[in-house]
């Protein structure tokens, strides 16, 4: 399979009173297109700051981040932005989408950016709506659908550009389990069938079961990272695999 | 710039209700900027009226008199004098007086009664009817305003009533033209000769009008009107104690005009300014309310440019349709207003207004956009 992403030795440092803090500390994986991965740790592991790294919100200290050969540190940000819209989808955790525009509007304004608002476009994101179950909801306006509904727009969105990279901070935060799960199995398969590469930050190891690896972060570095269908499974739901020690997996009993 | 104006427009649309009802407020503010500025053009008209549209480049004053007509006192002799100097085309002597015409069972109605020499500077052109003829005539023309308010009309007859030592005392005119508004002190004016004037204005003693009688001020017409100037120099240096001007400096001088042009000029600037502040107090509001989703619209790509140009357009959009329905109601009350009322909507300064009131728009405006434009799309991750 084809190398997406890679993150090089990426540094990223605050400077906090006197001293420094190490937000993220030589973090370095290589993803490949079709994989879906979740990244995981306790608050302040640095999840969040490798994420905006990752998408080119922020400049890391030291180190480089590749994304289908183009390395990010290497852009204006003017650059960095026309990247990220035609190349990174995003789906947040909240205020995912535009307020005042429809399901379909908020899809389409991915078109517009990047200035393929035309017949074929506008198709697409219909398809891609009524793929997701949106088919009802298309006109309706973010504040008349439910929080699933939102986030099965914003993967819309995300997706509609045909992206290499999708990702998706907490998408489930504000989501009772049911929907959790949907949204994320969604998220995933599409990520699998139109062959993205797909970053998924979470709190929530049962959602794990949906992921290719879960790469574990403490204090800013990757702890480990779990590809083997037998962990992620325990990882999902330790009570299945109580014979393996917790410690192996890296969670905190 | 498509999606600029997509994007707000929509917002727009989606939220008329709110921008409608801040349009109402930029409406407001325009309603009262045209108003303030059309009281000042009547009032500045009613007190200028009659000066600015004199048939005459120069007027002179007693030079005592600090330009001020009710202390300026010119004789015959002086009159001659500046007749004589070179340059000096024609000229008409002007006297002015408070006087009143009774209304019957309403308040008197309070004129300015201006005696000129009939055919010379200061006889306004007729609309309707025939010019004063002799020096001395119980005639007079009114000005449109008196015309308006007293009904009266050419063959018709006027009662003045004026203060002769205590005692009113009441003189009939035939009205034998009407001309133009001359409004001269904020009151509309009666013209009558200039003999007949100095029998009919206020005095101690009440007494027939001298054949030569002093006026306030002499307007003169010059042989070349553009040698202002050097023409007034002249005069200042061939006539004794008089002191020439030109019309301007003339109705800016009259008692109260600039104290009370300056009045009006600093409450429309204020007006101005509560605009500025209301409209940049609005949008910075709703720009701090959208933070998150400027910072999730960056995130996605949206340019900087985008982002202020949809602010940019939103600005715009509602400060033109609150100055089109401000404008649109100033027109609609200001049909109502009897003309007796001193507002005039003189369309050049109300074009100003209009323009001062769209540039405010984007004035108030540029915090809000350089705010957001600050946004940072690190907080759509809340990283900001």
Known sequence: ??????????????????????????????????????????????????????????????????????????????????????????????????????????????????????????RRARELLVRLGMEERLNSLPRQLSGGQ????????????????????????????????????????????????GIMVTHDLRLVEYTDRVIQLLDGRVERIISSEEDLACLADPAECAMIPMDVLGIEE | MFTAIHLALKEIWRNRGRFLLFSLVVALITVLVLFVAALGEGLGSGNREYLEKLNAELIAYEDTARLSIASSRIGCEKRREIRRIEGVREVGSIGFASVSIPMGEDEPF???????????????????????????????????????????????????????????????????????????????????????WDEI???????????????????????NPTQLDPMRQLLQARVSDIEAVDRKTAYENTPGYSAQQSTLNTQNAFALLIGVLVIGGFFQIQTLQKVPQIGMLKAIGTPNTIVAMAVLIQIVAVTLLGVAIGS?????????????????????????????????????????????????????????
């Open chain 1, 1 to 122: 399979m084809a190398l997406a992403l890679e993150a090089r030795s990426v540094v990223k440092t605050y400077p906090v009173g006197g001293g420094v803090v190490q937000a993220v500390d030589e973090v370095s994986f290589s993803l490949q297109r079709g994989e879906f991965v979740a990244l995981v740790g306790p608050s302040g592991s640095g999840k969040t700051t490798l994420l905006a790294i990752l998408a080119g919100l922020l400049s890391p200290t030291s180190g480089n981040i590749i994304i289908a050969g183009h390395d990010l540190a290497a852009m204006k940000e003017a650059e960095r932005a026309r990247f990220r819209r035609r190349n990174i989808g995003f789906t947040f955790q909240a205020n995912n989408l535009v307020s005042y525009l429809t399901a379909l509007e908020n899809v389409e304004l991915m078109l517009r950016l990047n200035g393929e608002f035309n017949a074929a476009g506008r």
């Open chain 2, 328 to 384: 649109l109601v100033t027109l609609g009350l200001a049909s109502a207003f009897p003309p007796t009322i001193p507002i005039v909507f003189e369309p050049q300064s109300g074009a100003m207004a209009v323009a001062t009131i769209l540039l405010m728009g984007p004035v108030g405006g540029l915090v809000s956009i350089r705010y957001s434009l600050r946004v940072e799309p690190l907080t759509a991750l809340g990283l900001g």
């Open chain 2, 201 to 223: 204005r206020p005095k101690a003693v009440k007494g027939p009008g001298e054949e030569d009688p002093a006026c306030n001020v002499v307007a003169m017409q010059l042989e």
């Open chain 2, 110 to 196: 309070d004129i300015s009664l201006i005696g000129v020499e009939p055919g010379k500077p200061g006889e306004p052109p007729v609309v309707t009817g025939q010019g004063l003829a002799r020096r001395s005539a119980d005639e007079a023309l009114i000005d449109r305003t008196v015309a308006l308010m007293t009904k009266l009309q050419v063959g018709d007859w006027l009662t003045l009533r004026s203060v002769q030592g205590n005692e009113d005392q009441f003189y009939d005119l035939e009205v034998i033209g009407i001309s133009d508004s001359r409004k001269y002190g904020l009151r509309p004016s009666v013209f009558v000769p200039i003999v007949t």
């Open chain 1, 150 to 197: 939102q986030q099965r727009v914003s993967i819309a969105r995300s997706l509609i550009n045909q992206p290499t990279l999708v990702l998706a901070d907490e998408p489930t935060a504000s989501l009772d389990t049911e929907r959790a799960f949907q949204v994320v199995e969604t998220l995933a398969s599409l990520v699998h069938e139109q062959n993205r590469v």
